[in-house]
């Protein structure tokens, strides 16, 4: 039935439903406005519960279904076997077993992988597979090119049109960021960061009602998300951000590489793929296969329209040109090859705002013609071997976000090439940070600035002192005669959401962080790295903290400890890393007495040899959802954990006596599950 405001349908649908209890099915439901329009239409049930079922449109039954708890349920996509069966009962009429015949079954869990377990797309592509030679190399064919089948096949286009009906509905800024986003290979696991960094780089969002263009982009991730344009990949429990990366269906891949390619917003240089191109490219990916010369890549594409470039795979060196003067977002993450002279150029990318060279572990150095990036806002060199800022850094005034290392791990391998071949640099460089020039003061917009070296002078404090928009910090290299003036910079910085500190040697943070008398009230991320003994007395006044993570402290104040973190009332992730408790016996952690962590949904206790047991009493941790343990510990109360859904355990532990632990979760109602990872 269609609806419409002035239409007598919407008077004869109410007297229906004042008379039969009915199930109501709303299909392709994409605005608040057209909720609104139906439900004025419904006649008010005072005792009546609404059921809301969604495959999208989350947001806007949120909004309208969630008085009662339990409301809105989600259609779940069909689970690997069943989409198997209704697959092969399309295909040949009755459910029958592939395992016999393992080349049909590659090619057959190749479609389904597409599929996703959408019932119409494996049931349309079954009914056209079903009027086919059932052989490997016909299914072969169309995995091969299942887009050009999509154009070309009225049977198939079905899908096609059902699937550009979500595409056409959506606003036009989501469709952009939605494009873009055919950069990324087949499966590849897009991290929300990167991509919300890049959309804020190439403009698509702008500040809204105090929104910062970075909030902005983030909530056309979560939009996207909400319409299953985007599937959810790796979720971060405990996190009010949820997912931390995404990936594109199959088949929602394919249109976005379609439209992308209509529209000349994006064009994948790979092997086998069309180069050519129709009009001005924006945005240009490199595959990882891609063996072309550097004739071919100049004469391809314009590079002298386009704005962004992406390199999966091996690095060539003709890749950054002197042509490519628009170009805002360079992404060479993860790109093999890469070493120190290969960014001699980027001095000439004068528009550049967003640069990655996370995972480019050949990397020791930035040129000092860095500086001339003027316009540059984001900065990620994780997992590189950058440990010292040029000079030129303090002349980047846009500068928002400086994403480096906060492992400390990472001393091994930079402290082994030290002694190696710049032996005095060793003495120099705190492991697993970056040492920043002075004047960083002048970089007033920074938000994030990780990790840096502050082991000596106190020069950098000043510095850091003076950044009061700064919302993440994670300093490495604290100790007996710089804590006092680190105490008081921390002090200063009111708007700080996430802080790591970290130190190394017997001494550690050992009353080092004794004198902050005034920690910022905003704080929701604490991580500590280095001896303690015991917990500063300020942590239990963190009353907004989420995350806790504690690193070599040597706490001997076990029940203290517990007493502390457990009463905060908003902790909702507790790592407890190696050597947490120093005492002379492993100890018990107990949560006894009184109901301890109201909040908490997340428990690690990673290789923690101080702790031999957890005990839960009873109304103690009544959310915590994951457990997750590294070493051989015994435990009780976990029957009584009324939100607990999953226990992991690491594999090395499989051949342990874990009957007790097994026990326990077959008592608790909520049947959580044991898993053994890597």
């Given amino acids: 039935m269609q609806l419409d405001t002035n239409s007598k349908k919407v008077e004869a649908l109410g007297k229906i439903l004042e008379r039969k209890r009915c199930l109501i099915v709303l299909d392709d439901l994409s605005s608040v406005t057209e909720w609104d329009m139906i439900i004025q239409s419904l006649p008010k049930m005072e005792s009546a519960k609404p059921d809301c079922n969604y495959l999208q449109g989350k947001r806007i039954l949120q909004k309208h279904c969630s008085s009662e708890k339990g409301s809105i349920y989600k259609l779940e996509v069909l689970a690997n076997r069943d989409a198997l069966d209704l697959f092969t009962k399309k295909v040949f009429k009755e459910a029958i077993n592939l395992d016999e015949q393992p080349a049909m079954m590659e090619e057959a869990q190749r479609i389904l992988k597409k599929c996703n377990g959408l019932p119409l797309a494996i049931v349309t592509i079954g009914g056209f597979l079903a009027k086919q030679p059932k052989t490997p190399m016909e299914w072969k064919k169309l995995n091969d090119h299942i887009s050009a089948e999509f154009e070309m096949n009225p049977e198939l286009g079905i899908i096609r049109t059902i699937l550009m009906k979500s595409y056409d509905g959506l606003p036009y800024h989501l469709k952009s960021c939605f494009l873009y986003m055919s950069i990324f290979p087949e499966d590849y696991s897009i991290s929300r960061t990167r991509i919300v960094h890049r959309w804020n780089a190439e403009g698509y969002s702008s500040e809204v009602r105090g929104k910062s263009t970075m909030e902005v982009a983030d909530s056309y991730y979560i939009e996207l998300l909400d319409r299953s344009m985007i599937l959810p990949f790796h979720y971060l429990f405990g996190s009010r951000k949820g997912f931390s990366s995404c990936k594109l269906h199959d088949l929602m891949r394919e249109i976005s590489i379609s439209k992308a390619m209509e529209e000349n917003l994006v064009f994948r240089m790979e092997e086998g793929g069309s180069m050519n191109t129709q009009g001005t490219i924006r945005h240009l990916a490199i595959s990882s296969n891609w063996k072309g010369d550097q004739s071919e890549f100049e004469s391809t594409v314009d590079l002298s329209r386009i704005r962004s470039l992406t390199v999966f795979g091996k690095w060539k060196s003709f890749y950054i040109s002197d042509k490519m003067t628009l170009l805002r977002v360079l992404d060479l993450g993860s790109t093999s090859g890469l070493v120190d002279h290969h960014l001699e150029p980027i001095g000439k990318l004068v528009h550049l705002k967003y640069l990655s060279l996370r995972g480019c572990e050949d990397i020791f150095h930035l040129p000092d013609s860095f500086g001339n990036l003027k316009q540059l806002q984001t900065l990620d060199i994780v997992r590189t071997k950058i440990a010292k800022m040029p000079q030129t850094i303090i002349n980047l005034t846009k500068l928002q976000y400086i994403q480096t290392d906060n492992d400390i791990n990472r001393r091994d391998v930079w402290t082994s090439f030290c002694c190696v071949v710049l032996p005095f640099m060793a003495r120099l460089v705190y492991p697993g940070s970056v040492v920043f020039p002075r004047g960083l003061s002048k970089l007033k917009a920074l938000h994030t600035l990780e990790c840096v070296d502050i082991t000596r002078g106190e020069a950098i404090l000043q510095d850091i002192k003076r950044l009061t928009r700064l919302h993440k910090l994670a300093v490495a290299g604290v100790h007996k005669k710089n804590c006092q003036e680190f105490c008081s910079t921390l002090s200063h910085l009111t708007c700080l959401k996430s802080l790591f500190v970290g130190s190394q040697g017997e001494a550690g943070l050992h009353g080092c962080l004794d004198g902050l008398s005034s920690p910022p009230k905003t704080l929701r991320s604490l991580k500590l790295w280095g001896a303690l003994d015991k917990l500063p007395e300020w942590i239990a006044g ?137």
Avoid at 572 to 596: G, I, M, Q
Avoid at 634 to 663: C, I, Q, W, Y
Wanted: glycine residues 6%.
């Fill in 542 to 678: 963190l009353h907004n903290l989420v995350k806790m993570g504690l690193w070599y402290t040597e706490l001997t104040e076990v029940e203290g400890t517990i007493q502390v973190l457990g009463k905060l009332p908003n902790l909702s992730v507790l790592h407890l890393w190696n050597k947490t408790f120093k005492t002379a016996e492993p100890c018990c952690f107990a949560t006894r007495r009184e109901a301890l962590f109201p909040s908490l949904t997340l428990l690690v206790l990673e290789y923690e040899p101080g702790i031999g047991s957890v005990e839960f009493e009873e109304g103690t941790a009544p959310k915590l959802e994951l457990l997750f343990f590294r070493h051989s510990t015994s435990f009780s109360g976990l029957s009584s954990l009324p939100s607990l859904k999953e226990v992991r355990v690491h594999e090395a532990l499989h051949n342990d006596d874990m009957k007790d632990t097994r026990a326990q979760l077959a008592m608790n109602p909520n049947k959580p599950v044991l898993k053994f990872i890597a």
